[in-house]
């Protein structure tokens, strides 16, 4: 059987907003479905790319090619900008009015038992190195270097 050819109507829900529905033919191509979403999203492909390097490598690390596709790159840093958004969105609202803290991202992972480890190994990390370098520069000042 082949996919039916008449528009099929979309409700997608925006948290804190209300539904909004868009139709899709089932007759165009990918393309021309990304494109259009897109479009209702408002997101466009002048947005610059802030992290297409680094997921370029960890999608290396992961298994992927050694150079993926640009779509597939631009696709993943989609998901991890939105999900960047929300978390820093959800903190705002729990922590003080207006203020992303520590505490606040700690509070949102903490059933999250893996999340809640890494957070908590970059931290510990974090203040093991600002004493190193402390002590490098204790070390470094003292010599006259």
Do not use: W
Not at 52 to 69: A, V
Not at 83 to 96: D, F, L, R, S
């Amino acid at each position: 059987m082949s996919a039916p050819t008449t528009p099929a109507s979309v409700s997608t829900a925006d948290e804190g907003s209300n539904a909004h529905n868009t139709s899709i033919d089932h007759s165009q191509s990918e393309d021309e479905i990304e494109v259009e979403a897109d479009v209702v999203k408002g997101e466009g492909a002048d947005r610059k790319r802030l992290f297409s390097k680094e997921l370029r490598c960890m999608m290396y690390g992961f298994g992927d090619d050694q150079n993926p596709y640009t779509e597939s790159v631009d696709f993943i840093e989609d998901i991890v900008i939105e999900y960047i958004t929300e978390v820093t969105q959800k903190a705002m609202e729990i922590g003080k009015t207006g203020r992303v803290q520590v505490e606040d991202i700690m509070h949102l992972v903490r059933r999250d038992t893996r999340k809640y480890a890494r957070v908590k190994d970059l931290l510990t990390m974090n203040e093991e190195l600002k004493k190193a370098r402390k002590a490098f520069d204790e070390v470094k000042y003292a010599t006259g270097v």
